[in-house]
């Protein structure tokens, strides 16, 4: 069973910084996947944040985060820098990985609908104002 657990989330204030940690299978990056991001927030719809192809690193994201998160990956891992962090960035995150279309729908283009990413159990941010 291809596995992703998340790690260090936590509550920060307005304008704080966080990094996410995403644990994933070594299989995902020897197979041509995207790792990806996403975000939930309860009674809205789960959407993308950022995603990265582990063949060649390419990076993917969301119009609500660029300029302020950075994805990247190293010896195993894939990381989610959160810089000038708002209320509105509150929410669980989970890591996800799959084929390329991942990344694209973090783009937001493109739905999850149909389509079924192993995902990880999440972990949750708290941004306050």
């Known amino acids: 069973q291809k596995s992703l657990v998340e790690s260090g989330g936590g509550s920060v204030q307005a304008g704080g910084s966080l990094r996410l940690t995403c644990a994933a299978d070594?299989?995902?990056?020897?197979?041509?996947?995207?790792i990806a991001w996403f975000r939930e927030v309860p009674g809205k719809e789960r959407e993308g944040v950022a995603g990265?192809?582990?063949?060649?690193?390419s990076t993917y994201y969301a119009d609500s985060v660029k300029g302020r998160f950075t994805i990247s990956q190293d010896d195993g891992k894939v990381y989610l820098q959160m810089n000038s962090l708002t209320p509105e960035d509150t929410a669980r995150y989970f890591c996800?990985?799959?084929?390329?279309?991942?990344?694209?729908?973090?783009?937001?283009?493109?739905?999850?609908?149909?389509?079924?990413?192993?995902w990880g159990q999440g972990t949750q941010v708290t941004v306050s104002s």
């Open positions: 996800a990985a799959d084929l390329p279309y991942l990344c694209v729908i973090t783009t937001n283009m493109g739905s999850l609908r149909g389509h079924s990413p192993v």
């Open positions: 070594k299989w995902f990056f020897t197979h041509k996947r995207c």
């Open positions: 990265i192809y582990t063949d060649g690193g």
